[in-house]
């Protein structure tokens, strides 16, 4: 229906969404065109040649409604009785779905039509016999209603899906959403994220090791200039803050480095792999943004993680500083 199409948000490059109260007429996906072939021949243009047919979507098209009877005519009979071929049917003002070939969408492979407007034809052209598809009773002739294949059912919340797959499951139908790939892909994710945040560990712990000995080795070395400090009458808080921040800096630096280093290795992953991955997970934005993002919120927050760790890793160097004893820091070569 016109109503279902519009909320499936279905978008256009020319022309209006079809309706039931008027001629049929024919949506083609973006990426339909290169499923035409030329049926003398069974040669498919594109796939053949990697060519594109010229087709004008927006102009008049012959349509065979009774295909059965079609093909009959190309491959069924003698030369003697031939069987006739069906009537055709001329469309007007057809429409395309927005979009280049390769940009792929819920719509790109597919020809759509209002669903009344389609049923009106098929009473037309089929009258009193029976439609091809739709079933029949024992003596040969068409129920009073229509059958269908599958239906859409669109769920207002995602996190709903799958409660609403499963009723429809227990009803005695057969039911598939995109929450079941969607789940996968999260086990997926979290399996690597577990992985990598288990590598992470390592190595901030490893940093956290060398950050405190870092800072050690240099209290080690600078043990006269704090005895001197001491004497001087520095307050013990002031030489803890001396060394704390001397392992933040320690830690911003640290972590602005692993920062360029993300955003490097995170624009050669797009440069190198996105084009491919996301063009076929690409649900027809055809914004190409690539497979990695690290967001600004993100890269605060890990900056200011950094610093923290640099402090933590601080406060042992730090605490032994400050007991320091100031005369035998000043006799220390």
Aim: aromatic share 14%.
């Amino acid at each position: 229906t016109t109503e279902a199409m519009t909320k499936k948000k279905l978008q256009l490059a020319s022309g209006t969404i079809p309706t039931g109260d008027e001629e049929i007429r024919f949506i083609f996906g973006n990426s339909s065109v290169q499923d035409f072939y030329n049926y003398k021949t069974n040669a498919y243009p594109y796939w053949d040649t990697g060519e594109l047919p010229d087709i004008d979507f927006d102009g008049d098209f012959f349509v065979i409604y009774d295909t059965e009877a079609f093909y009959n005519s190309q491959y069924g009979g003698d030369s003697e009785t031939p069987v006739k071929p069906p009537k055709k049917y001329i469309t007007k003002n057809n429409c395309l779905v927005a979009g280049g070939v390769d940009n792929y969408n819920s719509f790109s492979y597919g020809v759509y039509t209002n669903i009344d407007a389609l049923k009106k034809q098929l009473k037309k052209v089929f009258k009193n016999k029976p439609i091809p598809g739709q079933p029949t009773t024992k003596g040969g002739k068409p129920y009073s209603y229509w059958v269908y294949e599958q239906a859409y059912v669109q769920v207002d919340d995602f996190n709903y899906v799958s409660e609403v797959q499963k009723k429809i499951a227990d009803m005695g139908f057969q039911a598939d959403s995109n929450a079941e790939y969607v789940e996968s892909t999260q086990k997926q994710f979290n399996t690597i994220q577990m992985v990598l945040g288990g590598i992470g560990s390592v190595a901030l712990f490893v940093a956290a090791i060398s950050i405190a000995n870092t800072m050690m080795m240099s209290i080690y070395e600078r043990t006269k200039e704090i005895g001197i400090i001491k004497v001087l009458g520095c307050s013990l808080g002031n030489i803890r803050s001396l060394f704390l921040i001397e392992a933040a800096f320690i830690g911003f630096i640290g972590g602005f480095l692993g920062l360029i280093l993300s955003y490097g290795l995170s624009w050669l992953l797009n440069a190198f792999l996105g084009g491919a991955l996301s063009s076929a997970m690409d649900m027809g934005s055809g914004s190409g943004s690539g497979i990695s993002y690290i967001p600004l919120w993100l890269s605060a927050l890990a900056l200011i993680f950094a610093v923290l760790v640099g402090v933590i890793a601080g406060f042992l160097p730090a605490m032994r500083a400050m007991k320091l004893s100031p005369l035998s820091a000043i006799k220390t070569e």
